[in-house]
């Protein structure tokens, strides 16, 4: 494969798990987890190449795909962070001396719901 192949099927695989994380249900997780392995064996196998004679569009792809990760990885963020915020505020007691919040435990026949 061509290095702008790597890089086409990397900017690719990055919009896809994009697009599985606006609806975040248990299979879209799974199948952007698998999406998001692909995507590093695509950029390993860029990497164990040599960036002598590339095609001058490469390194411009390069750089969509670092940023396309980076947002990538703030929604990941963002969203585990509202999720640990709402399992606080749902099912939180309160805060341990470091800060740390502390939950109680579940009651049996109590279930959470979003």
């Known amino acids: 494969m061509a290095p702008r192949q790597y890089c086409e099927a990397a900017e690719g695989g990055l919009a896809r798990a994009g697009q599985l994380l606006l ?5 879209a997780l799974e199948e952007c987890l698998q999406v998001l392995t692909e995507v590093s064996e695509t950029l ?5 190449g040599t960036s002598r004679g590339w095609d ?9 795909i670092q940023a396309g990760a980076r947002a990538l990885g703030l929604r990941i ?24 919040p502390t ?6 026949g109590r279930h959470m719901e979003a």
């Open 103 to 108: 939950f109680a435990e579940q009651e049996t």
């Open 44 to 48: 390993e196998a860029l990497a164990t």
């Open 77 to 100: 963020e963002h969203g585990s962070k509202l999720v640990r915020g709402w399992k606080q505020l749902r099912c939180g007691e309160g805060y341990t001396r470091r800060g740390l």
């Open 56 to 64: 001058p569009a490469v390194p411009l792809a390069v750089g969509r």
């Open 23 to 27: 609806n975040p249900t248990p299979g």
